[in-house]
């Protein structure tokens, strides 16, 4: 079997549909498996929506207008979706009665986007020769923890979900499959992260052992820079689950950064793809990745981060004061990208700034505290890096002409990545001096 994810811009409307349609038709002899996300701004809708009925405003026509321009493109029956509209208008009165909008709320409305994308996409197949049919992935035995926001599943859950697949979906029928959501085991609906599909998508193929997983978004596979910024940014043919990996967590723009854990357990190959250029070969992602010797694979970034710094003499041969300090940031559950440390002082990276502020009363207890807000972490990476001499001398230089100010620098301890803490405001200068020097000189 073959499992095959599109993205919210993949189905963002009827054309773009049936382009999705006219590749699955092509791949019916490797059984595929559809796993889809909303169509593109569905859910950016709903979260509105619930945020303005919190503010005592309900009103679900953004979402039910939009989503109603998508059947009239696709030729299905305008009332197909009536149910699914009664239900978001119900709850964001719900919402405004009580005047709050919370993560577990926010996870039931935000999920209608894709229970009724896969619904448009079951339809316009059959209509067209495709026998499909829609599920909640729910249905499917995929259950989960109640972290709302940030959802995994439980432990155990692959055996279920894998009876419950071979019982439910008929053969010779495309199973168009809800990416992003889940439900706990009460029957709360929860999400798995913001544009997490990507994750659904390969634990529905660790869970069914399929030989490979398609992802399909908007560009040509994983390039060597955001090409939003750098328009000739070039396509990367092979890279590793690690390579992958990095990228994705520092921001990388095409995959969710826990896509990777089922498909690396189950040494399951991921492929990129572009949905308007099917023909494209993308990108392939496997345990290896390439046996080329380039030094860097990809840069990456991550905006709005924020540092705080601990001074204090009494650092000096005390053993555990990092233990202590990282103690109290999990405690309040600040995830640290990048550390540094003097003899003197602790310097950390994170992008949450509301539960920072909420742990600064006990870091106080160690020393003076200070925050910096507006950075920016980028990240090159490639499993050559390590061994190149001089690489780092080309990186500086680079950065040193453009008149941007490296305030920190760490390496992972895998070696294949390299970040550096510039200034938000350096990002549009540092970006394309370092895909001159790294893939263009």
Not at 94 to 112: K, P, Q
Request: proline residues 4%.
């Amino acid at each position: 079997m073959l499992v095959m994810k599109f993205g919210g811009s993949s189905v963002a409307d009827g054309k773009q549909i049936q382009k999705v349609f006219e590749i699955v038709k092509g791949r019916l002899a490797r059984k595929p498996v559809v796993v889809s996300s909303a169509h593109k701004g569905i859910t950016n809708a709903l979260i509105a929506c619930g945020k303005a009925a919190a503010a005592g405003k309900p009103d679900a026509s953004p979402v039910i207008n939009r989503q109603k321009e998508v059947l009239v493109q696709c030729g299905c029956k305008d009332y197909m979706l009536n149910a699914h509209f009664r239900e978001i208008e119900d709850l964001l009165r719900g919402i405004a009665l009580v005047r709050e909008y919370s993560a577990r709320t926010n996870d039931y409305l935000s999920g209608f986007g894709e229970r009724m994308s896969c619904r448009v996409i079951a339809d316009f197949f059959t209509r067209n020769g495709i026998r499909a049919e829609a599920y909640d992935i729910n249905e499917l035995g995929f259950i989960t923890d109640d972290k709302f926001g940030q959802a995994r599943p439980i432990k155990g859950w692959e055996a279920g979900f894998k009876a419950e697949f071979d019982r439910r979906v008929p053969k010779n029928t495309v199973p168009i499959i809800t990416g992003f959501i889940g439900k706990t085991p009460a029957g709360d609906w929860t999400t798995v992260g913001r544009n997490g599909s990507d994750f659904t998508a390969t634990l529905v193929a660790s869970a069914i052992d399929a030989e490979e997983c398609e992802i399909w978004t908007d560009t040509d596979g994983v390039m060597t820079a955001d090409p939003s910024v750098i328009p000739q940014a070039r396509s990367i043919p092979f890279m590793s689950f690690a390579e992958a990996s990095e990228l994705a967590y520092y921001g990388g723009r095409v995959l969710h950064p826990s896509t990777l854990l089922p498909a690396v357990t189950h040494n399951i190959p991921v492929r990129v793809l572009n949905t308007n250029r099917p023909d494209h070969p993308g990108t392939v992602i496997t345990q290896d990745g390439s046996a080329d010797e380039r030094p860097v694979t990809s840069i990456a970034y991550k905006e709005s981060q924020c540092v705080v710094t601990i001074e204090s003499e009494r650092m000096l041969g005390q053993p555990g004061f990092l233990a202590k300090v990282f103690d109290v940031m999990g405690r309040h559950g600040v995830d640290i990208d990048m550390v540094t440390t003097s003899e003197i002082s602790v310097s950390m990276t994170c992008a949450e700034l509301d539960k920072l502020n909420a742990a600064v009363k006990e870091l106080e207890q160690f020393g003076r505290v200070t925050i910096t807000t507006d950075r920016t972490i980028v990240c090159i990476v490639g499993k050559n890096v390590k061994y190149q001499r001089g690489i780092g001398a080309r990186i500086f230089a680079a950065l040193r002409d453009a008149e941007v100010n490296v305030e920190m620098i760490s390496q992972g301890a895998n070696k294949i990545n390299l970040s550096l803490l510039i200034a938000d405001d350096d990002i549009k200068a540092a970006i394309p001096a370092l895909h001159r020097a790294l893939f263009e000189s």
